[in-house]
């Protein structure tokens, strides 16, 4: 039922190291994908987005990666930082103006 | 100046009463939404209003019921509460709603729980 996945709840990774998170997509009519990051006790907050047409969208150290035949994204930080330590969401949206389909979350914790 | 405010950040109550939150933005966005993140952490739209009129309503009970007094304000009432509307509900706005590329900005969260 649910159409969007990311199967790790967590991730520990050294400060300096890559963190890669992976999300999955079932709806093959999601043309816009999005990620969100999320500290304790806030709101979620746009991080970077990727449309359908693109394979790869960069903003600085984070890198959005869309594999439209696997239905699969990913999220790539480099270098990583203890302040990215958060919790990130994918999103995916396109069916309905206005309406995001969000995954459960991955905890990532970056380690000093 | 926070963007999108939501009141309380905390509520707890009993089972069977009927409870509100309320929600602000400043940002002058014509559309609103609530979501409801549950025990299992997925983020699920609830509803979306653009300049006072409901746009999206998922699957959800009628219990719950959106107002929107005007295109600042979404606030949501629940009736007979029940153990499992124990969740964080997080309000948003984006700028129009009509564009799937538009940011949408959260509230911080409100901690609902039912005993």
């Known amino acids: 039922d649910q159409q969007v996945k990311q199967n790790s709840p967590s991730l520990s990774v050294q400060e300096g190291r890559i963190s890669i998170l992976n999300c999955d997509y079932t709806?093959?009519?999601?043309?816009?994908f999005l990620w969100y990051k999320k500290y304790p006790a806030e709101g979620p907050t746009f991080l970077i987005s990727i449309s359908s047409i693109k394979d790869k969208n960069e903003d600085g150290r984070f890198t959005v990666f869309l594999n439209k035949s696997a239905k699969h994204l990913s999220l790539h930080i480099v270098p990583s930082q203890p302040g990215d330590s958060a919790v990130y969401f994918c999103a995916t949206g396109g069916t309905s103006y206005g309406k995001l389909t969000f995954g459960q979350g991955t905890i990532l914790t970056v380690h000093p | 100046d926070t963007a999108v405010s939501q009141t309380p950040k905390y509520l707890v109550t009993q089972m069977g009463n009927d409870k509100s939150i309320k929600c602000e933005q400043n940002l002058g966005h014509d559309t609103m939404y609530w979501y409801k993140q549950d025990s299992k952490k997925f983020l699920k739209i609830m509803f979306s209003?653009?300049?006072?009129?409901?746009?999206i309503n998922e699957t959800v009970p009628n219990r719950f019921s959106p107002k929107s007094p005007d295109k600042a304000h979404l606030n949501l009432h629940i009736n007979s509460l029940e153990l499992g509307d124990s969740a964080v509900y997080f309000c948003?706005?984006?700028?129009?709603?009509?564009?799937?590329?538009?940011?949408?900005?959260f509230g911080p969260g409100t901690r609902l729980l039912v005993l």
């Open positions: 709806n093959s009519m999601f043309d816009y």
């Open positions: 948003a706005s984006s700028p129009t709603g009509e564009d799937p590329q538009e940011t949408q900005y």
């Open positions: 209003y653009n300049n006072k009129e409901l746009i």
